[in-house]
């Protein structure tokens, strides 16, 4: 069940699909005949449980159209392997980076589905072969199989975190050069880039971006013509009962009652006023 479907109880996030992948984003879908704004990203662009977005109010804000390129589970990766979406983001005024996480993306040691980049597609003979007591056929999302990786022996998972971030460094650095346009990098999460606190939401694995840290931002940061930083857990965790009662559910049945990990909206208020300034000086304003 996709996300749109999950939520529409309380959320209609008029999705459309867009590149040659046709993958789902948020829409409504802006009008591109003119100048606009474009924003790549995961679930924190998307904005899931928010009504507006940071890309909606950055929009009223610019007064001009904000493509909204947030994609659930989304990876650098993804973006890489669209040029219809690079071409869209280079032909923007100014295009919005996300720094995304490092786990969604394909390595040596797994690939992602083209589309869901949060779903394994293959396993290859090297991680089967560092860890040979798995059994890797059990897993379908990456998240799953890495925490158990993690726990089955932290210090051969090393091995896997190396390649995940280097990686990640590669396709961050190639997804920067290849939009022509003027990029701001944007690191949007409740922690620090330094800090490595666990999520309280999922046990062994570091807050979103996951697997990304101070010395990966520092690397790539330089290569987009601004960085903005927004920190902050406000208005967290969200209640998503109406009057005390859940209404909605994951696939499983099981029902979804509190918003512990994405931006509340007003974490989405306070990225859209961080990043405001800089895409005006970027627009001449």
Known sequence: MSIDQSDAALFDYQVYRFGRSRQVFRGPKPDLRGKYVAILGASHTFGRFADEPYPTLLSEELGLPCLNLGTEGGGPGFFVSDPEIVKTASEAEVCVIQVMSARNLSNRMYTVRPRRNARIHAVSDLLRGIYPEVEFDRFAFVRVMLDHLRRTDPG???????????????????????????TVLFWFSQREPGDEAEDPAEPGSTKYPYFVDQAMLDSVAPMADAFVKVVS???LP?????????????????PIETNLKYPSPTMHRQAADALLPEIERLLGR
């Not at 190396?162 to 650095?173: D, H």
């Not at 969200?238 to 099981?254: A, E, I, Q």
Request: aromatic letters at 6%; hydrophobic letters at 40%; zero cysteines.
């Open 156 to 182: 051969r998972f090393r091995l896997v975190e190396n390649e995940m971030r280097n990686a990640w460094l590669g396709r961050m650095r190639s997804l920067i050069t290849m939009i022509t346009a003027k």
């Open 233 to 235: 857990s406000d208005g």
């Open 238 to 254: 969200m209640d998503l009962t109406r009057d005390g009662d859940p209404v909605l559910f994951k696939s499983s049945g099981v």
